[in-house]
């Protein structure tokens, strides 16, 4: 048995940073799918006969990877790999991929699309989400083709951002699901955007919604977690969406009202779901949840201080759900295989963690 000196000290220990190998997995799942149309499944409103057309002629960037959120954010995954490893093989068809897609043709065609008769919800908050992540990864990337895509990007950016804008005060309550709906998730990306922008309103807007929808929570039923169909957790999400927003001290003190089921030791508390049928796409999320429970649970311990007594059960549980989440990125089956890249690579380049 390890002393408790070395136990204390494994657990304090970063996570292991991507290899090349599981980058080149992840980037090749994504650069199967972005330019893949078929199987689609598009949440679509007609406004006539005309509305009637193929994926990629109604949304011409993002119509591949099964939906428009994972098209998006595969193409944030690609721009994620071939920024931090500019020499791997992937390197250069991710970079030739995010070129056919973010053409200002493109991007015009998704910005009048989003601005179509009827769409005031089209992927909010989710996909406007990922968009906006796609968006400060570019403007974060310094090369010169990834600042000729951001400007392409810009006036759906835009557009995006104040659909945003207009929605939060408007919206009356925050949306606590485990799946696309969910505002806590959506926030954390959103607000990260923001900041890398120098977006000040977006900021002061959603620094005063998280407060009213968040601030005064206490006892998440982590317990009722997850749902049959989650991929993110409501009670994690907000705990890392809340870490963003509050000072460190206040933040700590938030936390043990909130998620009052945290051991003050290095305990059992959490573990990982078991998705049962990875060729079914709902029940396929639960491997989503474990990544997106990990990412999020690294990020509630980064909040903490050093010597606070629940860093090491957090951080046991980050490592579990971590272990049991990239197993499962295999592309065995295109219902995991389409979106689970992106959650992987959003967990082991540490994205959102400062």
Not at 322 to 340: F, M, S
């Amino acid at each position: 048995m390890l002393p408790l000196l070395a136990l204390a000290a494994a657990a304090a220990a970063p996570p292991p940073e991507l290899d090349a190998k599981a980058a080149a997995r992840f980037a090749g799942l994504a650069l199967a799918c972005v330019h893949q149309e078929y199987p689609n499944k598009i949440a679509h409103v007609l406004n006539g006969d005309a509305d009637v057309k193929p994926p990629r002629e109604l949304t011409p960037a993002f119509y591949g990877c099964y939906d428009w959120h994972s098209s998006v954010h595969g193409h944030w995954l690609l721009a994620r790999l071939a920024r931090l490893h500019p020499a791997a093989p992937f390197a250069k068809p991710a970079r030739e991929a995010l070129a056919k897609s973010l053409t200002p043709e493109n991007i015009a065609a998704e910005t009048a699309y989003l601005g179509g008769k009827g769409r005031v919800s089209f992927e909010r908050p989710y996909g406007l989400a990922w968009l906006l992540q796609l968006c400060a990864e570019l403007r974060e990337w310094d090369d010169p083709s990834a600042k000729a895509w951001s400007k392409a990007l810009a006036p759906l950016e835009a557009a995006a951002a104040d659909r945003l804008k207009a929605w939060l005060p408007k919206l009356s309550r925050p949306i606590r699901v485990g799946e696309h709906d969910q505002t806590a998730f959506a926030f954390g990306l959103i607000r990260d955007w923001a900041k890398t922008a120098g977006d000040a309103g977006m900021l002061t807007l959603l620094d005063a919604r998280v407060q009213d929808y968040y601030g005064r929570d206490r006892g998440c039923p982590l317990a009722y977690e997850p749902g049959g169909h989650d991929f993110l957790s409501p009670c994690l999400a907000e705990a890392d969406l809340m870490r963003r927003v509050l000072p460190a001290d206040r933040y700590a003190a938030w936390l043990k009202e909130f998620l009052p089921a945290i051991p003050e030791k290095d305990a059992a508390w959490l573990e990982p779901a078991e998705a049962t049928d990875r060729a079914d796409p709902k029940l396929a999320h639960l491997d989503g949840l474990n990544l997106s429970r990990a990412w999020m649970l690294d990020g509630v311990a980064s909040a903490l201080p050093a010597d606070d007594p629940r860093r090491p059960a957090v951080e046991a549980a980050a490592r579990a759900h971590r272990e049991a989440g990239l197993v499962a990125v295999t592309g065995e089956h295109y219902e995991g295989g389409h979106w689970l890249g992106s959650f992987a690579t959003y967990l082991t380049t540490r994205r959102g963690v400062p």
